[in-house]
T-cell receptor, first 115, second 113 residues
């Protein structure tokens, strides 16, 4: 069965610090990978996605992620965080061979950025 | 605003009751997904409909059921409610299914007392 593991449950950073959130998945076939963000009181929004091609994916708001197939990882990065990045971040996998679009989410990482 | 609407925003009910959550997908989207977000289980996929037909099932209890209507809106029915059903229920939509990103609605917060 597919699963997603996010290593950090709660991360606290100061503004301008660099961010890296870990995400590992378990699935043997072709996968599509996503990072979603949930700002306080809001719905999930897509930050970036990987379907194929360049394993370094750039998303919105200066976020990027790197797909490393050999490590089953899809870590999220941002060189310099802002207070407005305070939110919960979810990594998700969509199994390409299952012919459905269901997303399997990790448990989420709460990011708190101190001004 | 993702274009996906959900009603109601909040729902408070008692154990043993039945409720219906409603979702309208983005214009043009054919797939609707339901997810449950709770503190202990995280975000879990419940069920997917594509153009009126069930496409995939996840960890959905037998007390729960869903359908997608000809106008593509969807309803999630939860019956014989238990305290543990208290959660945030999200609906998402996409154009088709796989290889399409999903757009999430604002969610319905269900509280079972």
């Amino acid at each position: 069965a597919q699963s997603v593991s996010q290593h950090n449950h709660h991360v606290i950073l100061s503004e301008a610090a660099s961010l890296e959130l870990g995400c590992n998945y378990s699935y043997g076939g072709t996968v599509n990978l996503f990072w979603y963000v949930q700002y306080p009181g809001q719905h999930l929004q897509l930050l970036l996605k990987y379907f194929s091609g360049d394993p370094l994916v750039k998303g919105i708001k200066g976020f990027e992620a790197e797909f490393i197939k050999s490590k089953f990882s899809f870590n999220l990065r941002k060189p310099s965080v802002q207070w407005s990045d305070t939110a919960e971040y979810f990594c998700a996998v969509m199994g390409g061979s299952s012919n459905t679009g269901k997303l399997i989410f990790g448990q989420g990482t709460t990011l708190q950025v101190k001004p | 605003d993702s274009g996906v609407t959900q009603t109601p925003k909040h729902l408070i009910t008692a154990t043993g009751q039945r409720v219906t959550l409603r979702c309208s997908p983005r214009s043009g989207d054919l797939s609707v997904y339901w997810y449950q977000q709770s503190l202990d289980q995280g975000l879990q996929f419940l069920i997917q409909y594509y153009n009126g037909e069930e496409r995939a099932k996840g960890n959905i209890l037998e007390r729960f059921s869903a359908q997608q209507f000809p106008d593509l809106h969807s309803e999630l029915n939860l019956s014989s409610l238990e305290l543990g059903d208290s959660a945030l229920y999200f609906c998402a939509s996409s154009f088709r299914g796989e290889y399409n990103e999903q757009f999430f609605g604002p969610g319905t917060r269900l509280t079972v007392l």
